[in-house]
């Protein structure tokens, strides 16, 4: 299948005639009986299905495998932003063998997706780091070891997230304005100019929606 099967003249068409494959899909996911008027689950995947449509291109294989991983990833997501749990009866020995399968296999295809999703976030963090001159080799030998230190530059950070001026600054020259964050946050400029790098990505991370897991990792808490 190639990209020109797919256009917004008969969408309709081929989203209708793969509807089968898009509940069998979901089924699969969810291990119960749904149904097309009741279950959000096959809204879900209808959309998922559709952007499949409007992002797959042929360097991503296989279109049908591609439209079931982003169904499988928008159903976990659904499943995890609204605390349900897809696995709710049994019927037997038999279906409660098939819960466990399907539990294991979520579980497995759920750390999958978190990884994927942790990789490309990486990704699209190191090409920012590089248009300003940084990498995670030059964050890893500026970075402090005190946990004190690290503290005080994330709390800097998170006062810079949040000035206009500043992320304008930024953005603009590439560079920190060192007079205006001292004016800011009441930190010495030495302090600044010898952890700039390290500040600069933290400032980055945290003034952005795209690095949710990055920011997991910064385990030390920002304060008021």
Same mark, same amino acid.
């Given at each position: 299948?190639?990209?020109?099967?797919?256009?917004?003249? @008969?969408?309709?068409?081929?989203?209708? *005639?793969?509807?089968?494959?898009?509940?069998?899909?979901?089924?699969?996911? #969810?291990?119960? +009986?749904?149904?097309?008027? @009741?279950?959000? =689950?096959? *809204?879900?995947?209808?959309?998922?299905?559709?952007?499949? #449509?409007?992002?797959?291109? %042929?360097?991503? $294989?296989?279109?049908?495998?591609?439209?079931?991983?982003?169904?499988? @990833?928008?159903?976990?997501?659904?499943?995890?932003?609204?605390?349900?749990?897809?696995?709710?009866?049994?019927? +037997?020995?038999?279906?409660?063998?098939?819960?466990?399968?399907?539990?294991?296999?979520?579980?497995?295809?759920?750390?999958? !997706? %978190?990884?994927?999703? /942790?990789?490309? =976030?990486?990704?699209?963090?190191?090409? =920012?780091?590089?248009?300003? $001159?940084?990498?995670?080799?030059?964050?890893?030998?500026?970075?402090?070891?005190?946990?004190?230190?690290? !503290?005080?530059?994330?709390?800097?950070?998170?006062? #810079? *997230?949040?000035? %206009?001026?500043?992320?304008?600054?930024?953005? /603009?020259?590439?560079?920190?304005?060192?007079? =205006?964050? #001292?004016? &800011?946050? +009441?930190?010495?400029?030495?302090?600044? %100019?010898?952890?700039?790098?390290?500040?600069?990505?933290?400032? &980055?991370?945290?003034?952005?929606?795209?690095?949710?897991?990055?920011?997991?990792?910064?385990?030390?808490?920002? +304060?008021?």
């Amino acid at each position: 299948m190639n990209t020109n099967d797919i256009d917004m003249t @008969n969408r309709d068409v081929f989203i209708q *005639s793969n509807k089968d494959f898009i509940y069998k899909t979901t089924y699969n996911v #969810c291990k119960r +009986g749904i149904s097309w008027e @009741n279950d959000d =689950e096959l *809204s879900i995947a209808l959309i998922a299905f559709n952007k499949a #449509c409007d992002s797959y291109n %042929e360097s991503r $294989g296989d279109f049908f495998a591609y439209s079931k991983v982003l169904i499988r @990833n928008a159903l976990i997501d659904y499943f995890r932003k609204n605390s349900q749990n897809p696995w709710l009866a049994f019927d +037997g020995d038999e279906s409660t063998i098939d819960y466990i399968d399907s539990k294991i296999s979520m579980d497995q295809f759920s750390i999958d !997706s %978190e990884n994927s999703h /942790r990789a490309e =976030e990486i990704i699209l963090f190191t090409r =920012e780091l590089s248009k300003y $001159g940084l990498d995670f080799d030059v964050l890893a030998e500026s970075s402090p070891s005190h946990t004190d230190t690290r !503290s005080s530059l994330l709390n800097i950070a998170a006062a #810079c *997230s949040n000035n %206009e001026d500043i992320l304008a600054y930024i953005k /603009r020259k590439k560079l920190l304005p060192i007079k =205006e964050i #001292c004016l &800011l946050t +009441g930190t010495n400029k030495k302090t600044l %100019e010898k952890w700039r790098r390290y500040l600069l990505a933290l400032i &980055l991370i945290l003034s952005s929606s795209e690095y949710p897991y990055i920011k997991s990792y910064l385990n030390i808490r920002a +304060g008021d």
